[in-house]
């Protein structure tokens, strides 16, 4: 322990209920460091219900109403997403924890929070940068993307008709169920399932991938991170469904989309324990060959 007081803002998904014990652990290993604890009003009337884990004495906020030196996602993959949604701008450095199942991005193990915890306080951790995408429909918000942006049919039946321009010059008019526009930390979510290309992070780069393209000539392309991408959609319906990391809403034909890189990016922390080519063996499987010796 050190004389460092430093503060965390812990966030977790309404799923977790089963989770009480280890969440109460990894608040104890907190306090036991000095550290300032804030919790997430919604995620702490879910973990009080009942006197599961007392959160009395911890500081609630809501929203983005939080000042903090680290977060701390505990959940999943999409706890995580959530929680960088609510950090924004602010660049607050995240710790995803692993309460979930694949924890892709949620890369801290829970047995291993008591490490990455002295970790943080020692200094034996990295911040990556990573690239975000902003949505602009026209209106005032304008939500962003860790991961991806997709734009996907809204009805069962027809395909849409998705026309892009990249810096103002005309690429192609996707016939297709949908496209995804995704950084290389979402390269391994939506876009991949979709036959996309897995990217390392950091390489400055986005990936667009089409959801079942009517041509077979239509293939991913990889772009510079710092183009913009304009859509025109056409659809039977008059409309479709534009999603951000998963969050979806329904927009008219009429809506131009434009997307492009946000102006600030999504701060995780690494510890040296983790690397993000033994996490896509690990996790993903990738390049895994479960043939035994010999059955050849």
């Known amino acids: 322990m050190t004389d460092r007081i430093l503060r965390f803002a812990l966030f977790g998904s309404d799923y977790q209920q089963g989770q009480a014990e280890t969440v109460a ?25 009942g006197g599961a884990v007392d959160v009395s004495d911890l500081h609630e906020f809501r929203g983005d109403a939080f000042d903090a030196d680290f977060v ?6 999409g706890t995580f997403l959530k929680a960088a949604s609510r950090v924004g701008a ?22 291993d929070v008591e490490r990455a915890v002295a970790d943080v306080y020692e200094g034996r951790y990295t911040v990556e940068r990573h690239v975000a995408l902003l949505l602009d429909t026209g209106a005032e918000d304008s939500p962003f993307a860790l991961n991806d942006i997709a734009i996907l049919k809204r009805d069962t039946a027809s395909m ?6 990249v810096d103002g010059e005309y690429l192609t008019t996707y016939q297709a169920d949908g496209l995804i526009v995704s950084t290389p930390t979402g390269s391994t979510a939506y876009s991949l399932s979709n036959g996309g290309p897995i990217i390392a992070p950091l390489t400055g780069v986005l990936c667009l991938t089409p959801v079942a393209p009517h041509s077979l000539n239509v ?19 008059h409309n479709f469904l534009v999603a951000v990391d998963g969050r979806s809403e329904k927009f008219s034909e009429q809506t131009e989309i434009v997307i492009r890189k946000a102006p600030f990016t999504v701060n995780m922390v ?24 010999g059955s050849r």
């Open 25 to 49: 652990h990894i608040i104890r290993v907190l306090k036991s460091h000095g550290a300032v604890v804030g919790i997430d009003s919604t995620f702490a009337a879910l973990l009080s219900e």
């Open 160 to 165: 849409i008709s998705i026309r892009t321009m």
């Open 72 to 77: 701390l996602s505990l959940g999943g993959d």
């Open 270 to 293: 690494k510890f040296p324990v983790q690397t993000y080519f033994a996490t896509l063996r690990e996790k993903m499987m990738w390049g895994a060959d479960k043939r035994e010796v």
């Open 219 to 237: 293939r991913p392309i990889v772009l510079k991170n710092d183009v913009e991408i304009r859509l025109s959609i056409e659809s039977r319906s």
């Open 90 to 111: 602010k660049g607050t450095p995240i710790i995803g924890v692993n309460l979930g199942r694949l924890g892709f991005l949620a890369d801290v193990q829970a047995a």
